[in-house]
Nanobody, 122 residues
């Protein structure tokens, strides 16, 4: 599984961005997918997760503002980010755990994209 994230950029507080993660590899529809982020000097943290069946989980800090979705036909996974805040500034990564594993723990994810920078100005 290879992942390619895109869509980051500079946006003012209150604005929106949509991150995309193109996926290559077989059996994408059977994998859970996740988005994580890492701000300077901080550990990588969970943002959102979508299971192979479509169930979703969100970090409390983004709940109600971010939406994760997937398109198994593309295949790709997306992160729609609305109401952005300066504290959302980070490098955002899409990732996948091993097939059959459903988790929000970044240490359990084995496939990672290269990251895309999101900067929110106040």
């Amino acid at each position: 599984v290879q992942l390619q994230a895109s869509g980051g950029g500079l946006v003012q507080a209150g604005g929106s961005l949509r991150l995309s993660c193109a996926v290559s590899g077989r059996s994408f529809s059977n994998y859970d997918m996740g988005w994580f982020r890492q701000a300077p000097g901080k550990e990588r943290e969970f943002v959102a997760h979508i299971s192979w069946s479509g169930s979703r989980d969100y970090a409390d800090s983004v709940k109600g503002r971010f939406t994760i979705s997937r398109d198994n036909a593309k295949p790709a996974v997306y992160l729609q980010m609305n109401g952005l805040k300066p504290e959302d500034t980070a490098v955002y990564y899409c990732a996948a755990p091993p097939l059959g594993v459903s988790t929000i723990n970044p240490r359990s994810y084995v496939y990672w994209g290269q990251g895309t920078q999101v900067t929110v100005s106040s």
